[in-house]
């Protein structure tokens, strides 16, 4: 498991030669909620994926609906940075 304020994740090496993420939203309080979190979350891994195939896991705080966009982004930075380093190469 990786954490990284707030970012809770399984990961491993991926089975295929693609990144594959699974999202999903902390204590969100509405479906438009959870749903906008998965959103911006998706949006904003997509323009910093790893080199390396992953298949994660994420759990993502509810606060990832209205946080900056670029505070979203630098939390998920974090949390790949430390990702890459606990999956072993395949």
């Known amino acids: 498991m990786v954490r990284e304020d707030g970012v809770r994740a399984r990961v491993q090496a991926g089975t295929s030669e693609v990144t594959r993420f699974a999202i999903g939203v902390a204590r969100a309080t509405s479906a438009v909620e959870r749903n906008?979190?998965?959103?911006?979350?998706?949006?904003?891994?997509?323009?910093?994926?790893?080199?390396?195939?992953l298949d994660a896991v994420l759990s993502v705080p509810r606060e990832a609906a209205t946080m900056p966009f670029a505070d979203l982004r630098a939390l998920l930075?974090?949390?790949?940075?430390?990702?890459?380093?606990?999956?072993?190469a395949p």
């Open 77 to 88: 930075a974090a949390w790949l940075q430390r990702a890459d380093k606990a999956v072993p």
């Open 36 to 53: 906008r979190a998965r959103r911006r979350t998706r949006e904003a891994l997509l323009t910093m994926l790893p080199p390396l195939p």
